[in-house]
Every structure is written in C-alpha cells, then in structure tokens.
C-alpha cells in the first residue's frame, strides 16, 4: 500500500446494479459499526474510521457510484485523509506554490535587469516549504497505512473482489 500518490485510488466494474450494490456496501460495514463509521450520499459513499479508533493521519475511503450499463457498476475508489486535513494539505500547496511562482518571477525580472537577485530566497523558502508538505503528507499516509488496510480488506470483503491500488 506504500505509494508516492498523495491520494492513492481505484477503480473497478462490478456486475451489479449501483442501488444494489450500495445497499450491499453499507449493510457490509454497518455490520461493522464498531469499526467504521459509513456516510451515504446520493452518488457515493464515505467510509471512515470509527471515531473512538481515528487520529489526526486516520484515512477515509470515498466511493464514487455510477451505473456503467446492462446492470453493471464503477466504482472509483479514492483513499485520503478527512476533510480538514486534506483542506490544510490543499491551501498550504496553493499558498506556497503562488509565493513561489512569484517569487520566481521577481527574481527572474531582478536577474534580467542585472539588479541583486534578492527574489530567489523567499523562491527558495517556498519550494522548501512545498517539499516539507510533501514529506509531511507522506509521513502521515504512512502513519495512517494500517487503517487504510483495514478499510480496504473490509471493502473487498464487502464486494467479494479484489482490488489494486494505484
């Protein structure tokens, strides 16, 4: 399960009609209430943790539900972590990625010109910035890897197939 995707995913066709294998989906890991925690909204499924088991790098598996025809289904599958993890993850790459692209550009303008070149050090703080998020967020998808197996048997066992992670 160890990747360098920051969300790791999958996608599969099962031989099952969408409402029937939803249904299968959350009675499956409603039998497991003690372990996992499942939201059902039209389209997909959530499926977490239980609160009492999570941490901060706990995962959550999204399950995206769409009819494929002759009564089959995909399903796309996106392991991550909650929402307001993955939305600090998510600003902290646009904030610095923008410094950085600006900073760039001011010490590209500032080399052109032939004038001191005092852009490239917040460029640098902000690629270093970047790079520290990256290692951050992978430290913290290998924190949160053996509930993300957890999750990802149960899934299988819910849909009586294997799956590979990309």
Not at 39 to 51: A, N, S, T, V
Request: proline fraction near 5%.
């Amino acid at each position: 399960m160890s990747s360098f995707h920051i969300r790791p995913r999958f996608e599969q066709t099962l031989p099952t009609s969408p409402d029937t294998l939803r249904a299968e989906i959350v009675r499956d890991f409603g039998t497991q209430a003690d372990d996992f925690e499942v939201k059902d909204f039209p389209g997909f499924i959530c499926l977490r943790i239980h609160e009492k088991n999570r941490h901060f790098w706990s995962p959550r598996l999204t399950l995206g539900l769409e009819d494929a025809g002759e009564g089959q289904t995909r399903i796309r599958g996106v392991y991550g972590p909650n929402a307001n993890v993955w939305a600090l993850f998510l600003y902290g790459y646009l904030i610095f990625g923008i410094c950085a692209v600006f900073s760039g550009m001011l010490a590209g303008c500032q080399w052109v010109l032939k004038m001191p070149v005092w852009g490239a050090w917040p460029l640098g703080i902000s690629v270093a910035l970047l790079i520290a998020l990256y290692v951050i967020a992978q430290t913290g998808q290998k924190l949160g890897v053996q509930q993300t197996f957890q999750i990802h048997q149960a899934y299988e066992a819910a849909v009586h197939k294997h799956v590979t992670i990309h």
